[in-house]
């Protein structure tokens, strides 16, 4: 019974500790002994439940989800800007972003435009494999599809509705290219099957 008594007043004594260090510490480059000015004084931080190595370690652990947790809204900031897409320069969004209180929590700029680097990178391999998978999905093409003319404009009909089209508006000649360049590949995989099937068993 004693024991889990003492369980009992360590296990609420943390969650004690922890809503005291939401209340005071706010900002993930806080050092320790700042953090200690902040809550030494308040009996949360007093208690002998908890060993200055536990309250020094949840500290940081309190740190690390500070720092996680503005990540975490940058990128949803970035996802809420409809203007990005996979040609978007830091340059350029920086300015439609710049007021927002999530920007305004990175403090580096280096950091900003790092993250944004990386979630245009995301965005951008979506996107190419979001087409590839619409390619694949499409059964009018063919290894017998034309790459030119009016049979080409026909076959893009089928496809131009299609948000997974439309995502790679932004790059539109590339976009061309990877079409013409999967119509190809399957012919050349359609010629190697011929040639494979006109070979003589033994």
Do not use: V
Request: net charge positive; charged share 45%.
């Amino acid at each position: 019974m004693l024991r889990d008594r003492e369980r009992l007043q360590q296990d609420e004594a943390l969650q004690m500790y922890k809503a005291l260090l939401t209340e005071k510490i706010h900002h993930p480059q806080t050092t320790w002994s700042e953090a200690k000015e902040k809550i030494s004084k308040d009996k949360r931080y007093k208690t002998n439940s908890l060993s200055r190595e536990e309250k020094e370690r949840l500290f940081l652990e309190h740190l690390k989800d500070l720092e996680g947790n503005k990540q975490r809204g940058f990128r949803q900031l970035l996802t809420e800007t409809d203007k990005i897409n996979i040609t978007s320069k830091w340059e350029d969004i920086r300015e439609l972003i710049k007021d927002d209180e999530r920007y305004k929590r990175i403090p580096k700029e280096r950091h900003r435009e790092a993250m944004f680097n990386r979630y245009r990178k995301d965005i951008e391999k979506r996107a190419l494999d979001d087409f590839h998978s619409l390619l694949r999905d499409t059964p009018q093409i063919t290894a017998a599809s034309k790459t030119l003319g009016e049979e080409y404009e026909m076959l893009l009909d089928y496809i131009r509705g299609d948000k997974r089209y439309k995502a790679l508006e932004c790059i539109s000649k590339e976009r061309e290219n990877m079409i013409k360049d999967y119509i190809h590949k399957l012919k050349e995989f359609a010629d190697r099957q011929k040639r494979r099937d006109k070979e003589p068993t033994e």
